[in-house]
């Protein structure tokens, strides 16, 4: 059974996002096992790149400052062979076209997978795009996760249909970041995603407090988190993994 599989057995997923070498390498590594430590069943680690569309601006300004401190795609392979040797969590990446594309799609499925990469998230690859990539990453079992968002719409079924690992509903319209309130009707977009998926799904963008994430969680096999993390990072730096830790425990207690 494939890691990915695994994490959504017990109950419902928590998914925190982490941006790789922000506050800096070390501290990112400390922070991805202080979330594990404390219920994470899956973690995304966010590759840096200089335009990362997708995101608003807690994740932009975390980009620019790993770049800034010199975090290269090699730097985030050996931070993750270095987690391999500790967890059997699964892990994703989550970064750009771009980024994968200047590195060579084959030669980073082949790292990723030494590394013990699990799965790869690109949100700017539309989905009649992503066989360049799908692909290459099928031939070297890596799920290319798909994104389903409320604009898929008559794609919705198609997409799930071809999904692997599990398929990441964006519940919100725009970038990431925190959100006081998800006004998008999730039990029909999460329904007709269930509907015609033969993988879990899990629902991110805007959630931010337990609350949000235990309404969320009777939609979706789990939950996604990303700003909100990074915020607390920022807030912390060096310190974060403490803080990271107890409020993964907090969002894992919340969806149980």
Same mark, same amino acid.
């Given at each position: 059974?494939?890691?990915?599989?695994?994490?959504?057995?017990?109950?419902?997923?928590?998914?925190?996002?982490?941006?790789?070498?922000? !506050? *800096? /390498?070390?501290?990112? +590594? %400390?922070?991805?096992? =202080?979330? #594990?430590?404390?219920?994470? @069943?899956?973690?995304? &680690?966010?590759?840096?790149?200089?335009?990362?569309?997708?995101?608003?601006?807690?994740?932009?300004?975390?980009?620019?400052?790993?770049?800034?401190?010199?975090?290269?795609?090699?730097?985030?392979?050996?931070?993750?062979?270095?987690?391999?040797?500790?967890?059997?969590?699964?892990?994703?990446?989550?970064?750009?076209a771009n980024v994968v594309f200047s590195y060579?799609?084959?030669?980073?499925?082949?790292?990723?997978?030494?590394?013990?990469?699990?799965?790869?998230?690109? !949100? *700017? /690859?539309?989905?009649? +795009? %992503?066989?360049?990539? =799908?692909? #290459?990453?099928?031939?070297? @079992?890596?799920?290319? &996760?798909?994104?389903?968002?409320?604009?898929?719409?008559?794609?919705?079924?198609?997409?799930?249909?071809?999904?692997?690992?599990?398929?990441?509903?964006?519940?919100?319209?725009?970038?990431?970041?925190?959100?006081?309130?998800?006004?998008?009707?999730?039990p029909t977009l999460s329904g007709h995603v269930?509907?015609?998926?033969?993988?879990?799904?899990?629902?991110?963008?805007?959630?931010?407090?337990?609350?949000?994430?235990?309404?969320?969680?009777?939609?979706?096999?789990g939950v996604i988190v990303g700003s909100a993390?990074?915020?607390?990072?920022?807030?912390?730096?060096?310190?974060?993994?403490?803080?990271?830790?107890?409020?993964?425990?907090?969002?894992?207690?919340?969806?149980?």
């Amino acid at each position: 059974m494939s890691r990915i599989k695994k994490a959504f057995e017990n109950g419902k997923a928590f998914i925190p996002f982490i941006t790789a070498g922000y !506050p *800096d /390498v070390e501290t990112s +590594e %400390k922070n991805i096992l =202080s979330a #594990i430590e404390n219920g994470a @069943d899956l973690v995304e &680690i966010g590759i840096p790149f200089s335009d990362p569309t997708a995101e608003g601006p807690v994740i932009q300004t975390a980009n620019v400052e790993a770049l800034k401190n010199g975090i290269t795609t090699d730097k985030v392979f050996e931070m993750v062979k270095r987690l391999r040797k500790v967890t059997e969590v699964p892990l994703v990446f989550m970064t750009y076209a771009n980024v994968v594309f200047s590195y060579g799609i084959e030669r980073f499925c082949t790292c990723a997978k030494e590394a013990g990469v699990d799965g790869v998230i690109l !949100p *700017d /690859v539309p989905f009649e +795009e %992503k066989e360049e990539f =799908s692909e #290459i990453m099928k031939k070297f @079992d890596i799920d290319m &996760i798909s994104l389903i968002a409320p604009t898929s719409e008559n794609r919705i079924s198609m997409i799930a249909a071809e999904a692997n690992g599990f398929i990441y509903i964006v519940s919100s319209l725009g970038v990431t970041g925190v959100r006081s309130k998800i006004t998008t009707d999730i039990p029909t977009l999460s329904g007709h995603v269930k509907s015609a998926a033969k993988v879990p799904c899990a629902i991110g963008f805007g959630i931010s407090t337990p609350e949000q994430a235990k309404e969320m969680a009777k939609y979706a096999d789990g939950v996604i988190v990303g700003s909100a993390i990074i915020r607390i990072i920022g807030k912390y730096g060096k310190d974060a993994p403490k803080y990271v830790g107890e409020y993964v425990k907090s969002m894992k207690d919340a969806i149980r």
